[in-house]
């Protein structure tokens, strides 16, 4: 039985930091609200220059690095994103270019928050089966492309940057169980209009944002959360205290202390970014995982719960060995 593992990881960050202050002189909104409301102090604007497929580059290359990798070794491309450079070629296709990959399946998925943890469960199941022997999986975001500035109810929560992480075959589990689902019907809770087949309804070309019902959107992801995180112990039969690290999708402080609350764990295993980037959609949870490997919290044996909720609406969920 061939099971996956992960075998570097790495992310990147924009250089250009928007602080709560700054946004003060934006919109009607104050730096105590947005931190204490979100847990948000900071988040990260891409420049001018820079498309998603750049920032996702950079931290393909860190991951690929830590897991001792070159570009001919990967055979397998799939990137969680939900603001493309382009509509085609697909983001995977721009990175794969960029780093001089050649002929393996490279694509991008749109899962909104939840793109990351779906991505990580194709790439483990292709590693699985056989079909794949080394797989780049990335997170990146650009949502500062597609947040209202004018908007304090979304502008003050969204960021960009990129995770990633480099899979590669094991003899022992490294990615235990992934669980995913998804609900249409609560589409309408976090959406953008702008696409490129559907006719527009009324209103939506003036408003091309991100437009999010915020509270009923809390609701749904504590309770969805504490529902996978139930899902993903029993499957695995495993107590709540054998998990080691909640890495989860970088929202809210709120939702997060939920579901650590939850597995009846305390924050000083929980690894929170937040503060520092906002929330990255598709690549929250990938940089959270680097940030705790690379200052030593997170060690090989560790036990990971990754989690992720977001526009679709859509969840998931990881239980890694790292
Ligand atoms: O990543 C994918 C999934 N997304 C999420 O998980 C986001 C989930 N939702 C949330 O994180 C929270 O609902 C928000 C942070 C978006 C909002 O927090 P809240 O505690 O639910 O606030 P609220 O929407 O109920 O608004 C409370 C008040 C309102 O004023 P009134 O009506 O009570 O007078 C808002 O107008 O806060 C006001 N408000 C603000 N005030 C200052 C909303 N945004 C701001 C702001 N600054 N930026």
């Given at each position: 039985m061939t099971y996956s593992r992960i075998a570097g990881t790495g992310r990147y960050l924009p250089e250009r930091v928007l602080t709560n202050r700054e946004l003060e002189t934006m919109v009607d909104t104050t730096e105590e609200w947005i931190r204490t409301r979100t847990g948000i102090e900071r988040r990260h604007v891409a420049a001018d220059t820079q498309g998603t497929s750049d920032l996702a580059e950079q931290a393909a290359r860190q991951a690929m690095e830590a897991a001792g990798v070159t570009a001919a070794d990967i055979d397998f491309l799939v990137v969680g994103t939900t603001t493309p450079d382009l509509v085609f070629p697909n983001v995977g296709c721009l990175v794969q270019r960029r780093l001089g990959i050649h002929g393996c399946p490279a694509f991008s998925l749109e899962a909104a928050c939840s793109g990351f943890i779906y991505a990580l469960s194709m790439a483990d199941r292709f590693i699985a089966s056989g079909s794949a022997r080394c797989a780049l999986v990335i997170g990146a975001e650009t949502l500062s492309r597609i947040?209202?500035?004018?908007d304090r109810a979304t502008c003050v929560l969204f960021g960009d940057g990129a995770g990633a992480v480099v899979l590669k075959p094991a003899d022992?589990?490294?990615?235990l169980s992934c669980h995913l689902g998804a609900d249409g019907h609560y589409g309408d809770l976090l959406y953008h209009p702008y696409g490129t087949s559907r006719p527009q309804r009324p209103g939506d070309l003036e408003r091309p944002y991100v437009q999010m019902k915020g509270n009923e959107v809390f609701k749904v992801a504590v309770k969805t959360l504490e529902g996978i995180v139930d899902e993903t112990l029993a499957a695995n039969h495993l107590e709540r205290s054998a998990i080691n690290w909640l890495i989860p999708h970088q929202a809210n402080i709120r939702i997060i202390q939920a579901t650590a609350k939850r597995l009846d764990m305390p924050m000083e295993r929980v690894v929170l970014t937040l503060q520092d980037h906002g929330n990255t959609s598709a690549a929250s949870v990938p940089m959270a995982l680097d940030v705790a490997v690379r200052d030593g919290r997170v060690k090989r044996g560790d036990l990971l719960l990754l989690e992720a909720f977001g526009g679709g609406l859509t969840w998931g969920s990881a239980l890694v060995r790292f």
């Open positions: 947040v209202d500035w004018n022992e589990p490294g990615i």
